[in-house]
């Protein structure tokens, strides 16, 4: 098979993914286009957004769908790190000491509520985030591929919450921004729960993948050409967050990386060898919103990160596309 027949078949069966998800989870496009972008950028996602929206039914239906195994951390300010890593147990039967595996060997993890445990408990998961392991007792356990984890955390100013550092956040491929519903959409999420099986809406939905097909998925989006002027443009717009007047803390390399990662999967969704300006521009907020700072005084004029987004993009010329 041709890599453009691949990618056509590719393309479709990610939108045959979005129109399973579409079943139970109404609305909310570019959240569920930037969770897929990153999953399949072996990356990992940052949702903030109040509770209620249905997250963990997204993740829940993703992890149906994809056929992979789902695992959930209610982060609580008492959460220990070996309640995420799992720890050693003494077996009274054999007389040793065994692994007794947490929560975070699994395909997809919902890590919920990040921002309410201390930082103690974070940095464990962020650290497994980036190693793809769990160092124990000076012994080493892999987690094995696709290993996705989507953290949710509630708006800074609710009571509770911890702020996580910068330094941490980079971790995240990506911060997306769930929103209240249209009312539409809100109307038809209320009238998907009136059937009768309300009580198990991943009912309606069919597995259509499984862990060998999502590691196909990873591998091609890697081949997705990346033109000189692609890499200009990604570029320019990250060095563009160092110098505008209202951003005390500009974007660092990682932050082109993630947006070239994902502006790949982008183009492979269109059926796509290669990527277009707007693939960039679509992924720019999510990979740059987490990844800068603003200064005292814009945020005491009410502006917020995505707002010194869009004046960045709008101040760097679009390049031809060369493809």
């Not at 998800?21 to 950028?41: H, M, P, Y």
């Amino acid at each position: 098979m041709s890599l453009d027949q691949k990618i056509s078949q590719i393309s479709s069966q990610i939108k045959s993914l979005q129109t399973e998800i579409s079943k139970v989870f109404i609305g909310q496009e570019e959240l569920v286009l930037g969770t897929l972008a990153a999953l399949f950028s072996k990356g990992h996602v940052l949702i903030e957004g109040v509770p209620g929206l249905g997250k963990t039914l997204l993740v829940r239906a993703l992890g149906k769908i994809l056929g992979a195994d789902f695992s959930r951390i209610q982060f609580t300010p008492d959460l220990m790190p070996s309640d995420i890593t799992g720890s050693h147990i003494f077996n009274q039967r054999e007389q040793k000491f065994v692994f007794v595996r947490g929560p975070v060997f699994t395909n997809l993890l919902l890590a919920d509520e990040i921002n309410r445990a201390p930082a103690k408990t974070h940095s464990a998961l962020l650290e497994i985030m980036q190693e793809n392991q769990v160092t124990i007792d000076n012994r080493q356990y892999r987690i094995e591929p696709p290993f996705f984890v989507m953290a949710t955390q509630n708006p800074v100013e609710s009571e509770g919450t911890y702020t996580l550092p910068e330094a941490q956040l980079d971790r995240f491929l990506l911060k997306l921004l769930i929103q209240y519903p249209a009312e539409s959409e809100e109307q038809n999420i209320i009238r998907l729960h009136t059937g009768q099986e309300q009580f198990d809406l991943l009912q309606r939905v069919e597995p259509i993948m499984n862990v060998p097909s999502i590691m196909e998925i990873i591998q091609l989006a890697a081949q997705i050409r990346v033109s000189e002027s692609i890499i200009e443009y990604i570029t320019r717009l990250v060095r563009a967050t160092r110098s505008r007047q209202e951003i005390y803390l500009g974007c660092s390399p990682r932050a082109g990386i993630a947006l070239m990662k994902t502006a790949r999967v982008l183009a492979l969704m269109e059926g796509r060898d290669y990527i277009v300006p707007d693939d960039v521009k679509a992924l720019t907020p999510a990979a740059f919103r987490h990844r800068i700072v603003l200064t005292p005084e814009a945020e005491v004029e009410g502006r917020t990160p995505d707002d010194a987004i869009r004046d960045v993009l709008a101040g760097v010329d679009v390049p031809r596309s060369d493809h």
